[in-house]
């Protein structure tokens, strides 16, 4: 079956209206009922591809996992921008906690999209089965990746039992004020979203594979995310090792690695969202002028050691000696124009590796070997590290997680799940916002407030 790419034209309001007017002009009464808006496979189409548009939201989870951790410090040029949430002043208001319900909207807007669009697909005219079946793929993965980005951020640790998960979405209804439901039972929606989704989707190999739509294989590393998320450390194996072991995306070295971060190639991409014209996420660390509004910390940039690929990559330095991020920073478009790269097989290296130190029954060697060939692609000289435990091998991970997957949104995370600190350096940031205590409030961020005031079946995360 013949994979088609989805033109995801983020954040650039013209170019989106121009590629899915239709879309938009369903939501105009006058023009279309609820019996005419879909009515060709073309219309389902261009609801699709509005729904992996809206999956650009992603880019607030990099945003605020950089402000709220110890990757980030406030940039050179910083006239204000981001410095509530860089000193855990935020709340639940659009004035002071703008940057951390950031997401909440979007990713109920992705799920709104999704849910309009689904119950439609099998009504059309036009279209074979296989189309039919891939866009309902396509649309139950990005339902479930949606739900899992509501879940990370807006929710305790992992917990089936606890009763302030969020409100599971899988119908469209404009007037509808859900509860939140239990974490277990947002967990075991999205689960199914993903399995059906990966049914329903085709299998790919290393020449249709595409980066911009989902495939059975990108699939499989989102669950396997997912499954590390949950602790489920055998399924977290099985479901990375499926994306490795394929050998469509393998790791890379030296310049093919530092020209994935100049969207010179799609080496190691997994899923990516496109920023055709946009600075959507180069545009959040630096400005015009080539002003840093949001610098790497001290603590990040001070982690690599000589010969890492990845610190000309990731940090660079202007003549007034400060650095920036590197990571967004311009491609042959233009100046901050990147693409944001969502999932990637340094990423399921880095899962399997922690979850053999995890497991019930861990195998430290293979989670060692699966450290150690990561940074081998990353370091040159590199030599084979030993580790005589799961606690050092486990630690090493993090470290490397932290090294390897700044500014792509995970670090905040990382430390959450795993009930850790925040522990800025003492050069990045004054003492009194130094440090985030691993039981602190702030580790889950607040539903917006006026989510709350529409919804009074919506209950607040605790203190806030």
């Known amino acids: 079956m013949k994979l088609r790419k989805y033109s995801l034209c983020l954040l650039s309001a013209a170019l989106l209206f121009g590629s899915c007017k239709k879309e938009l002009n369903q939501n105009d009464p006058?023009?279309?009922?609820?019996?005419?808006?879909?009515?060709?496979?073309?219309?389902?189409?261009?609801?699709?591809?509005?729904?992996?548009?809206?999956?650009s939201t992603y880019a607030t989870d990099v945003y605020k996992n950089a402000l709220t951790s110890d990757e980030a410090k406030i940039g050179a040029?910083?006239?204000?921008?981001?410095?509530?949430?860089?000193?855990y002043q935020y709340g639940s208001d659009n004035t002071t906690g703008n940057d951390v319900i950031a997401g909440y909207y979007g990713y109920y807007s992705l799920i709104d999209q999704v849910n309009r669009v689904l119950p439609n697909v099998d009504k059309v005219t036009g279209g074979t089965e296989g189309r039919k079946s891939e866009l309902k793929g396509q649309l139950l993965g990005l339902r479930g990746i949606a739900h899992f980005g509501l879940l990370q951020a807006f929710c305790k640790n992992y917990n089936p039992s606890d009763p302030l998960g969020v409100a599971i979405m899988t119908e469209f209804n404009a007037a509808a004020k859900p509860s939140r439901n239990t974490m277990g039972e947002v967990m075991a929606q999205i689960q199914a979203d993903l399995?059906?989704?990966?049914?329903?989707?085709?299998l790919v190999?290393?020449?249709?594979?595409?980066?911009?739509?989902?495939?059975?294989?990108?699939?499989a590393a989102y669950q396997a995310r997912i499954a590390l998320y949950r602790g489920d450390f055998d399924a977290a194996v099985s479901y990375s090792s499926e994306v490795i072991n394929s050998g469509i995306k393998p790791l890379v070295s030296g310049g093919e690695y530092?020209?994935?971060?100049?969207?010179?190639?799609?080496?190691?991409?997994?899923?990516?969202?496109?920023?055709?014209?946009?600075?959507g996420i180069g545009g959040l660390w630096t400005g015009s002028g080539n002003s840093i509004t949001i610098a790497p910390s001290d603590k990040l940039f001070n982690s690599y050691t000589a010969g890492d690929v990845r610190l000309a990559s990731f940090i660079g330095t202007n003549a007034a000696g400060n650095h920036y991020v590197n990571k967004h920073y311009a491609s042959s478009r233009g100046a901050r124009i990147v693409d944001l790269k969502a999932c990637r097989t340094a990423e399921m290296y880095l899962i399997r590796a922690e979850a053999y130190a995890r497991k019930s029954s861990p195998d430290l060697a293979a989670g060692a070997a699966d450290l150690n060939f990561l940074r081998s692609k990353r370091?040159?000289?590199?030599?084979?590290?030993?580790?005589?435990?799961?606690?050092?091998?486990?630690?090493?991970?993090?470290?490397?997680?932290?090294?390897?997957?700044?500014?792509?949104?995970?670090?905040?995370?990382?430390l959450k799940r795993n009930n850790l600190p925040v522990e800025r350096s003492s050069t990045d940031a004054s003492s009194q916002w130094q440090?985030?205590?691993?039981?602190?409030?702030?580790?889950?961020?607040?539903?917006?407030?006026?989510?709350?005031?529409?919804?009074?079946?919506?209950?607040?995360?605790?203190?806030?």
């Open 77 to 87: 040029d910083n006239a204000g921008s981001g410095a509530l949430t860089y000193r």
């Open 30 to 55: 006058q023009s279309f009922s609820d019996e005419n808006a879909f009515t060709t496979i073309d219309h389902v189409q261009y609801g699709v591809n509005a729904a992996f548009g809206r999956y």
């Open 379 to 414: 370091i040159t000289g590199y030599v084979d590290e030993t580790f005589t435990n799961t606690t050092q091998l486990f630690n090493a991970v993090l470290f490397e997680r932290f090294k390897e997957l700044c500014f792509e949104g995970f670090r905040f995370y990382d």
């Open 195 to 202: 399995d059906s989704a990966k049914n329903l989707l085709p």
């Open 258 to 279: 530092a020209g994935i971060w100049i969207d010179n190639n799609t080496n190691e991409s997994l899923f990516r969202i496109r920023f055709l014209q946009s600075v």
């Open 435 to 464: 440090t985030l205590p691993a039981n602190s409030h702030l580790f889950v961020y607040p539903i917006p407030r006026d989510a709350i005031l529409a919804n009074p079946n919506t209950i607040q995360n605790s203190g806030y």
């Open 205 to 219: 190999t290393s020449t249709n594979f595409s980066d911009t739509v989902f495939n059975r294989l990108n699939v």
